[in-house]
């Protein structure tokens, strides 16, 4: 099927076993298996062949943000490979930096474990009967180390500052602080610009919660 634009994003827990003195790490951005995720999503085996051989989207490299912040950068993916599992990285934090080193320090003792890999998907099919979607080609933009996995299911209904969005930047921003992409947040923002309009208040604040809340039962992270 056609690609879909929309850059979404996929969460995996992994177990850093060690992180180097150096900022080195592995684990796994992406895992093969045979039961759908929450988003009711299979990876298939050779999703990320091609964009790996391409070196990410425009063969520009494949980014490692903290916590899918473009303007975020912490390092640099050394290695990416498919195996049997699914999607194998090694990455070096530049820990020199303060966010480089924010997240080292955090691994180190155990209080960053998540990985989630913004993308676009390329080739698709889908089994309508199980209401699963094979995605069988993905371009990657980025991956990212994450405090929560990246998921709009959790993350919108925890946002505790949405009753004190007055412009769209507020609510941009918290979108992006509860772990979205900016090109997620971005686009949620779109769609909710005419609950923005009215007077903030409790109702309002409600009704963007509430519309948050319908797109994604329609959309996919």
Not at 83 to 99: F, N
Not at 146 to 159: G, H, L, R, W
């Amino acid at each position: 099927m056609d690609e879909e634009k929309l850059i979404k994003l996929i969460p995996c827990n992994y177990e850093i076993k060690e992180v180097s003195e150096e900022g080195i790490f592995s684990g796994y951005a992406s895992v093969f298996d045979k039961e759908p995720d929450s988003y009711g999503d299979i990876v298939e085996m050779g999703a990320f062949k091609r964009t790996i051989k391409a070196g990410g989207r425009n063969k520009n490299g494949i980014a490692m943000l903290m916590q899918h912040r473009s303007d975020k950068p912490i390092g640099v993916w050394t290695k990416l490979k498919e195996d049997d599992h699914g999607l194998y990285v090694e990455g070096k934090l530049a820990i020199k930096t303060t966010d480089g080193n924010d997240v080292y320090e955090l691994m180190k003792i155990g209080a960053l474990k998540g990985l989630s890999i913004g993308y676009t998907v390329k080739k698709f099919s889908r089994d309508e009967d199980k209401n699963i979607t094979i995605l069988q080609e993905l371009e990657l933009w980025e991956i990212s180390p994450v405090t929560f996995p990246a998921k709009i299911n959790a993350t919108v209904s925890s946002i505790k500052s949405i009753e004190n969005a007055s412009n769209e930047r507020e609510l941009e921003m918290a979108l992006r602080e509860s772990g979205l992409s900016k090109n997620a947040a971005l686009y949620l923002v779109k769609l909710c610009r005419p609950k923005l309009r009215e007077s903030v208040d409790n109702d309002s604040a409600l009704a963007i919660l509430k519309s948050l809340k319908e797109i994604n039962k329609n959309l996919k992270f």
